[in-house]
């Protein structure tokens, strides 16, 4: 499996913040326009555009069977309010925004190679 790289950023620029897993669950990706459904005085409808047309809806992101230090990571750009940016696998792909939430489903009994805990992850990027 391949991984996403990953960056966030500071006063100077975008700093490399190593790799995290690629979603092991399908992702949907969305754009929903900003159209403003108008009633005319006649009884037609009409379609107002904003300058602003469109805007990403935010990724549903999950991961299987996941160590203690990506939970951690990920914990780590909520709390902090990181600006990230994502690079994916696919060339040209690539997601800027926020980690809003994590969700973790810790598997009571299971471990990993070095006898950490497991988790099941879901975590909601807001794209900007």
Known sequence: MSNWNISYYESSGWVADGTI???NVDTTVSKMSNQV??????????YLTPEIKYKDV????IWANCGETFKNKIETYV??????????????????GKFINIQSNWL??????????????AGVFVII
Do not use: C, Q, W
Request: no cysteine.
């Open 108 to 121: 009571a009994g299971y471990t990993d190679a070095d006898d950490n805990d497991v988790y099941d992850i």
């Open 79 to 96: 709390e902090d309010n990181e600006l990230l940016k994502i690079v994916t696998h696919v060339s040209g792909v690539e997601f800027t």
């Open 58 to 61: 935010p990724l549903n992101l």
């Open 21 to 23: 897993p690629r979603p």
């Open 37 to 46: 459904e108008v009633s005319l005085a006649n009884g037609d409808m009409a």
